[in-house]
């Protein structure tokens, strides 16, 4: 037996394993990366639909989004116009929220192109 050939082998066998873990663990992290994106714009999605739920969720709610979006607003009650206003916070704050993950790099172009369409 030669030693050296064994040590030789080892190193060989020992490179070999240290290069598929890595080829491993950069698949790992590509799927995880894939899964994070999605539960984001999923999280987003859903945001913006429990969003979209509250202000057609009865006729007085729908009447004062639809007033403060398009309307004019001195039709509105002071409690209304504070209802109006917090629509309108929530509202920027969800298109904010895309604009950061699309800006991050989390939520990829084809996607970011309806949610800006959505806000214009």
């Known amino acids: 037996m030669n030693w050296d ?24 992290i590509r799927q995880n990366t894939k899964s994070l994106k999605s539960a984001s714009y999923q999280a987003a999605i859903a945001s913006m639909s429990e969003f979209s739920r509250l202000g ?4 007085h709610t729908a009447r004062v989004s639809r007033v403060t979006l398009f309307g004019d607003i001195q039709e509105l009650s002071e409690d209304e116009l504070i209802m109006g206003y917090s629509y309108l916070t929530g509202l920027f704050r969800n298109f904010e929220n895309f604009y950061y993950q699309h800006d991050s790099g989390v939520m990829e172009d084809h996607l970011w192109v309806g949610m800006r369409n959505s806000m214009v």
Do not use: K, M, T, W
């Open 56 to 59: 057609a969720s009865n006729v």
């Open 5 to 28: 050939a064994i040590g030789a082998l080892g190193e060989v066998v020992g490179a070999s394993a240290v290069l598929l873990s890595l080829l491993y663990l950069g698949f790992q």
